[in-house]
Structures are given as structure tokens and as C-alpha cells.
């Protein structure tokens, strides 16, 4: 649920409890792993992430969006669902991909996934690079009281090989652009 898989070790002397994400899968319901899992993406990742980006790139070109799948109806449909019909045999969807099948041509509905990732990585490593190295130096890095610099110059190493997250130091960068700018 973060960039980074152990967030305490990169925020200093933060206190990070309190995330919803973390709150609702600790919670005991709802009982299955999946529907906290759902749960947590219905509240933080779908309003914070893939939503945003969609009203944003829909405003961008004087579009307006609708989500037709999250109306409220199919929301609770979804709830009331029981396991078997949103997930069978290792496929996710189910009832779904049975409905389309009998309207949308398979091959349209059985393709990999494609998302709205930037090539972040590309960038760290070639045109942002030497941006990338002044903010996350040692140096940098030390002067602001709220990261942990040794796991981020770590983690940066690796993305300069090819081998680490630019994901995670993209967020990194993000604020300490905005802490170089305002702190």
C-alpha cells in the first residue's frame, strides 16, 4: 500500500499508523482477505489514484467522465456478491466477463491490462538524472529532518542499476522538490 515496503525505516521519527489502508486490512471485517482488500482499494487507492487521474486527463481535454461501474447500484451489487462470483478459478471478474462475454467480443475482453504509468524509471535514469542526484544526495538528504537518507541512497543506487524502484524515490523527489522550495 506504499511506495516503499517499509515506510517507517525512510519517514524519521514518523508515527505512520493511522493510514486507512493499514487500518482496514488490520480490522477484523470485513472477515475475508479479499473484501478488506477491496475495501481498501474502494477508499483510498480508487479516490486518491486512479480516479483522480481520470477526472484530471478527462478536464485536461474538456471531456467529462463517468465511471459507469462505480455507480452506487453495482457498488452494492458488488457487496452483496458472494466470493465465487467475483473471483472463480483464479479469474477475477467473474460475473462480469460473463456478462460481456455475451455482448463484447472475447478477445477485446481477455487482454493484459494496461495501465497510465509514466516511464519513470527511463526518466530517473536518463533525462532527470541529474536532477534526481542533487535532491536525493547525502547531502540533500541530510538537510531535511524528516527522511532516513542511508534507505533512500540505497534505494536510489539500485534504480541508477536498473534493480531498484524509481516509483519509490519518485516520491521522495516530489517532496523533497516541494521541501527545497517551501521548508
Known amino acids: 500500500m506504499s511506495a516503499w515496503q517499509y515506510p517507517d525505516r525512510v519517514v524519521r521519527n ?9 487500518e482496514i486490512m488490520a480490522a477484523p471485517h470485513p472477515a475475508s482477505l479479499m473484501d478488506r482488500m477491496m475495501l ?6 480508487l479516490p486518491d489514484d486512479l480516479l483522480a487521474k481520470v477526472d484530471r486527463a478527462s478536464m485536461a481535454v474538456s471531456l467529462e467522465a463517468r465511471v459507469p461501474i ?14 465465487n ?8 471478474k467473474w460475473v462480469l466477463r460473463q456478462v460481456l462475454y455475451r455482448r463484447v467480443p472475447r478477445e477485446m475482453i481477455e487482454r493484459p491490462k494496461t495501465g497510465f504509468s509514466v516511464p519513470v524509471d527511463a526518466w530517473l535514469r536518463g533525462p532527470l538524472r541529474r536532477w534526481a542526484d542533487d535532491l536525493l544526495s547525502p547531502e540533500s538528504l541530510a ?23 524509481g516509483i519509490s524515490v519518485w516520491t521522495i523527489l516530489m517532496f523533497q522538490a516541494w521541501y527545497a522550495q517551501w521548508a
Not at 514518523?14 to 493499514?22: E, I, Q, V
Not at 462505480?70 to 457487496?79: F, G, T
Not at 538537510?143 to 524502484?165: D, N, Q
Open 143 to 165: 538537510k531535511c529532518e524528516f527522511l532516513e537518507p542511508a534507505p533512500i541512497v540505497r534505494e536510489w543506487e539500485a534504480v541508477k542499476s536498473g534493480t531498484g524502484s
Open 70 to 83: 462505480l455507480d452506487h447500484r453495482i457498488v452494492e451489487l458488488s457487496w452483496r456478491m458472494p466470493e
Open 40 to 45: 481498501a482499494d474502494q477508499t483510498t487507492y
Open 14 to 22: 514518523g508515527d505512520l499508523r493511522g493510514d486507512r489502508a493499514d
Open 85 to 92: 462470483m467475483k473471483i472463480r478459478a483464479g479469474v477475477t
